[in-house]
């Protein structure tokens, strides 16, 4: 150690003594951030000191934009994840949301085959909904059958099970691009799965990472994943409910919600009246009005493509799409097979 160094260190623990002598401490700094010794030297110049309270639930460090203790109800939302400005959108699905037109959504019900998922996915839609509610595969699956063809002209959705933060934050981490929300009673479920769905300050979504980010899928996307998601994404609400139609304006009204869903099954279920009869079609008006009163987009089963004001539709499966095209193949050579006497294929008598 050199002679000059030990004179500076000799003289400030001195002053340390006659500080301690006299029973006081060293005066401490208005700036509760000032004290770290290490602050300007390492990465971390805000750091709270070593092993020190540093206070800052009730003092911001200077040049923060939020002072004063901290009130999440008066948080002051920072820049660092805003959309480019003048964005475009790049959800081919919310494009056609946007200007009104009508978008057909593929049921992928009971495969976790990516060919078969592929195969769909490109043969004309405008989404995939692949089903949550009432299938049982799990994600892992969903994610192999999106990952196989991001980029297909159906874009990826899905209904998943209930209103529910590890459903929803799971179908937008693997890249979904439309979300549907089944059996949404009140207009707090409702709020809650637009939650899930956005990222702040629109929403409480987590940023987990996850498919979505890849650039193979969406991180490559104009003005990123992360800052342009939120006004791509389409949020679907379903009304199957007798407590959800007594809701419906209220929820198609939620900020985020980009249509509501008349459920033509459910709503006879929960209901007991089946379509045509007053009863029903009172629930779905109801329905129809919420959507056009919040401004939003109906939507219905694709059997009502010709309903007045619906523009959003679920198609059937894929079981249901080979028969259709087999059928449409086939013509009068359709069920024509060979009939046998004998043998497993013989006509049963």
Not at 66 to 80: T, V
Not at 250 to 271: K, M, Q, R, W, Y
Request: one cysteine or more.
């Amino acid at each position: 150690m050199n002679y000059g160094f030990r004179v500076m260190a000799g003289m400030a623990v001195c002053g340390l003594v006659m500080f301690q002598a006299q029973g006081q401490t060293p005066p401490p700094s208005a700036d509760p951030y000032a004290n770290n010794a290490d602050a300007g030297k390492t990465k971390f110049p805000l750091a709270a000191p070593a092993g020190k309270d540093s206070g800052a639930i009730t003092t911001a460090p200077p040049g923060a934009v939020n002072q004063g203790i901290l009130d999440p109800a008066k948080w002051k939302y920072g820049p660092a994840y805003d959309a480019p400005a003048n964005s475009k959108i790049w959800n081919p699905v919310m494009i056609k949301m946007m200007k009104g037109e009508k978008v057909t959504g593929g049921t992928v019900f009971s495969t976790d085959s990516p060919q078969t998922y592929c195969a769909m996915a490109n043969a004309g839609y405008d989404f995939i909904w692949t089903e949550m509610q009432h299938d049982a595969r799990d994600w892992d699956a969903v994610g192999r059958m999106w990952k196989a063809c991001p980029h297909a002209r159906a874009v990826p959705g899905v209904r998943v099970a209930y209103t529910d933060e590890r459903e929803i934050q799971h179908a937008m981490d693997l890249g979904a691009l439309v979300i549907v929300i089944p059996t949404v009673r009140s207009v707090e479920e409702g709020k809650a799965a637009k939650d899930w769905t956005m990222f702040p300050p629109a929403g409480k979504r987590s940023q987990g990472g996850g498919q979505a980010f890849d650039p193979d899928m969406w991180g490559s996307v104009p003005g990123g994943y992360r800052n342009t998601i939120n006004d791509n994404i389409v949020l679907i609400e379903m009304i199957e409910t007798l407590d959800g139609a007594a809701a419906a304006r209220e929820i198609a009204g939620i900020p985020g919600v980009t249509a509501v869903f008349a459920a033509s099954g459910d709503l006879g279920n929960f209901s007991g009246y089946k379509q045509g009869t007053p009863d029903y079609e009172r629930l779905i008006n109801i329905v129809h009005d919420a959507a056009l009163g919040a401004g939003k987009r109906l939507c219905g089963p694709f059997a009502w493509r010709d309903r007045p004001d619906f523009t959003c539709f679920q198609n059937a499966s894929e079981t249901a799409a080979i028969a259709r095209g087999v059928a449409a193949e086939l013509g009068t050579l359709k069920d024509t097979q060979g009939k046998p006497e004998v043998g497993p294929y013989a006509e049963k008598k």
